[in-house]
């Protein structure tokens, strides 16, 4: 007669669902292995704004096609994963610095906008080139890490069961490493000097004899290395790979950048885990919200914090002392 | 040998010409200033020896005995150019340390620059005390002992240095003309000074010249300078 007497708990809108703890637990897993694929992508968009000021739109199609080489050598080789990850990170880096050089270098020295049609423009072409080489139906997922469906280790028995898969593991692990020889590499290298003092300064860079293209190269292989990475991780926890596979990750990337603050390194890893968390839990703590709105809830939570932190969580507020 | 040796240097912004053909040049372990108004070319000069960005130059610059045509600017550090910009040009989310190491980026001598570190550690002790601090958060005058000690590590043959009084208090000022007068004196470093306080620049100078409009209208002994009665009232101000 009364339901709301019999569901003391139940607030209108809210998913009864949610005060399940392993239904959360599963959640907030989930959230932080995408979250994990986030901050790696808004890396590679903070690495290439830290010392040019422009956002290389293309970082998920340049990443698809990464991650498609791994498959075509993998999956339908059967070469190890070991050897044709690596491997396509490293020509990813390769190919970076060279589009950095040949393609984005000459435009960005006649300044304005141009930089930002270049990189949409080699969206398109990725894009196209993901779909002319593997087909537009969707292929079979790139899978590094135990991906059985009983390849997981059980913490509550359920019903509902809440479990952690070792693929999770796994991409919380990478993320860990990978932010790890990144820190080393900016802060305790030479060659993570000059990047630093090139996105600090880059006038005085040069002054002091620090070869500003060069770093400008090794952001855009770095960045390239992360997107394949990214695309890699993302093939794995979603199961799935088709020529479209980071067409909203990228989205997600620079929500997380923009999150954390376009100039900050750790701001890229919280920001990314955040975005992940939120579209894993926002949609599913109310039942009015459907799972093909969690892009949106996303944004809007970027939304409010930028209202309130222009500059982002961790980013810097301009200081000019005269 | 003549160590820089600049004839009929011109620069341009893009349509708009700053430089009308500079003749300077600046023996060994020299000290030269280069007065004028404000807009009269002086930083434009410097950033034209040095083939800043954003600047179309052309003309003959010759350093230490070689051709700078075609040199791109981050190969002058090694050649034995510094160069001190106006405003500091410091690293601001470097720490004082990082921009030291910076400044060292040419050189593959660790001791060596160490021993240098620790020596304008000693010059500027204020900066030895904030060694960990990002120098966006120093006050000017420690900025700019920061952008000069920066400059010095990789040890130049010739400093160019770039209103290095602006906006400091006058006991700063002081001190760090003296360290540029040390310098020059313990090093034989040559330096080129841009600046506009010309009576303070000129008490340690060996020749001047006088910009007017992108083009050097008087040069001479600093002693002639001063004493010169146009010089006098146009720029020392009595």
Known sequence: ?322 | MTLLEVERLQASYGQVRALHGIDLSVEPGEVVVLMGANGAGKTTTLRALCQMPGLTVSGSVRFDGRSLSGVRTEHLAGLGMAHVPQGRGTFPELTVEENLQAGAYVRRDRAGIRSDMERWYDTFPRLSDRRAQVAGTLSGGEQQMLAVARACLSRPQLLLLDEPSLGLAPLVIHQLFEIFAELNRTDGTALLVVEQNASLALSIATRAYVIESGEIVLSGPASDLQADDGVRRAYLGF
């Open chain 1, 1 to 322: 007669m009364f339901p709301m007497l019999a569901l003391p708990l139940a607030l209108p809108g809210v998913n009864d669902a949610f005060f399940n703890a392993s239904y959360v637990l599963q959640l907030l897993t989930n959230g932080l292995s995408n979250g994990a694929v986030y901050a790696l992508m808004a890396l590679s968009v903070v690495i290439i704004y830290r010392t040019t000021g422009h956002m290389n739109f293309a970082q998920g199609e340049m990443g698809t096609i990464g991650c498609l080489l791994v498959f075509s050598v993998s999956v339908s080789h059967g070469v190890p994963y070991w050897i044709s990850i690596p491997a396509a990170i490293a020509i990813s880096m390769i190919v970076g610095a060279l589009l950095q050089r040949t393609l984005v270098q000459p435009v960005e020295r006649r300044g304005g906008m141009g930089v930002i049609l270049v990189t949409l423009g080699l969206f398109l072409i990725f894009n196209s080139i993901d779909s002319v080489i593997w087909g537009t139906d969707p292929l079979q997922p790139v899978r590094p890490f135990p991906s059985r469906p009983d390849d997981h280790l059980v913490v509550m028995h359920g019903p509902p069961q809440f479990a952690i898969r070792y693929s999770a593991v796994g991409v919380w692990i990478t993320l860990g490493v990978v932010v790890l020889l990144l820190h080393l590499l900016l802060q305790r290298t030479r060659l993570g000097l000059g990047y630093r003092a090139v996105a600090a300064n880059a006038d005085s860079a040069l002054l002091v004899g620090i070869p500003k293209d060069r770093m400008l190269m090794l952001g855009w292989a770095l960045a390239a290395g992360l997107g394949t990475l990214a695309a890699v991780l993302f093939s794995q926890t979603t199961g799935s790979l088709d020529f479209n596979l980071m067409a909203s990750v990228i989205l997600y990337g620079l929500a997380a950048a923009a999150l954390g603050g376009f100039d900050s390194i750790p701001g890229a890893v919280v920001g990314g885990v955040v975005v992940g968390l939120v579209e894993a839990l926002v949609p599913a703590f109310f039942s009015f919200i459907g799972s093909e709105l969690s892009l949106v809830m996303a944004l809007l939570v970027i939304v409010v914090v930028l209202l309130v932190r222009p500059q982002g969580m961790f980013g810097k507020a301009r200081v000019v002392r005269v």
